[in-house]
């Protein structure tokens, strides 16, 4: 059974940094593309970032460029998001997620979601 496990979450105050780490089991985690979405209250699920199974793809959603770093250990089983410079609109439960394919990863193109992480930026 795949498991995908967050880690990091938390409060902080703008400007703040937080590392975020997402522990898979249960399938092979070097052979797939990894990503990391989130969801504040009243709004949708969005994607904030993706990485390639070997990491050398990567992707960020615009509003999050320059601050956000997304990586991977497929030693370890493990991606990671670092966010840096955080602001209150970046409040929201943060989750990590494995895709279909080995590049690219969408909402409608995961396999399996994480149960999620809260990140609450304070101004």
């Known amino acids: 059974q795949v498991q995908l496990v967050e880690s990091g979450g938390g409060l902080v105050q703008a400007g703040g940094s937080l590392r975020l780490s997402c522990a898979a089991s249960?399938?092979?985690?070097?052979?797939?593309?990894m990503g990391w979405f989130r969801q504040a209250p009243g709004k949708e699920r969005e994607i904030v970032a993706s990485?390639?199974?070997?990491?050398?793809?990567?992707a960020y959603t615009t509003s999050v460029k320059g601050r956000f770093v997304i990586s991977r250990d497929n030693a370890k089983d493990t991606v990671y998001l670092q966010m840096n410079s955080l602001k209150p609109e970046d409040t929201a439960v943060y989750y990590c997620?494995?895709?279909?394919?080995?590049?690219?990863?969408?909402?409608?193109?995961?396999?399996?979601w994480g149960k999620g992480t809260l990140v609450t930026v304070s101004s």
């Open positions: 997620a494995g895709g279909i394919g080995r590049v690219g990863i969408s909402t409608s193109t995961v396999a399996y």
């Open positions: 249960g399938r092979t985690f070097s052979e797939y593309a």
């Open positions: 990485i390639s199974w070997s990491g050398s793809t990567i």
